[in-house]
């Protein structure tokens, strides 16, 4: 299933999160830079959701309290709570 999420307070401007149960497929974030971006999703394909979580959240950028990976690990968090749904 793949899901979509608007990221807040960075600058990319979307996210297409598909997972197969509770592990991550792929993610195509559009928007922002270029190369963390893409290396983040990379990283994080075949991935189980909860680990990603776990790893990007909290993460800031500069002075901003947020980040890519950290908005990446609250999409996710909306997705787990789209599939107990």
């Known amino acids: 299933m793949t899901y ?3 990221p ?3 600058c990319s401007q979307e996210m297409l999160i598909e ?3 509770d592990t991550i497929k792929k993610v195509q974030i559009i928007g922002g830079c270029a190369g963390n971006t893409v290396g983040v999703s990379r990283l994080v394909e075949g991935m189980k ?3 990603a ?3 990007l959240k909290g993460i800031p950028c500069g002075r ?3 980040s890519c990976p950290d908005q990446l ?3 996710l968090e909306e997705v ?3 599939m107990a749904s």
């Open 80 to 82: 787990k709570e789209k």
């Open 8 to 10: 807040e307070g960075v």
């Open 73 to 75: 690990a609250k999409a």
């Open 53 to 55: 979580i776990s790893k």
């Open 19 to 21: 997972v197969d149960g």
């Open 4 to 6: 979509e999420y608007t």
């Open 49 to 51: 959701i909860d680990e």
């Open 64 to 66: 901003r309290l947020t």
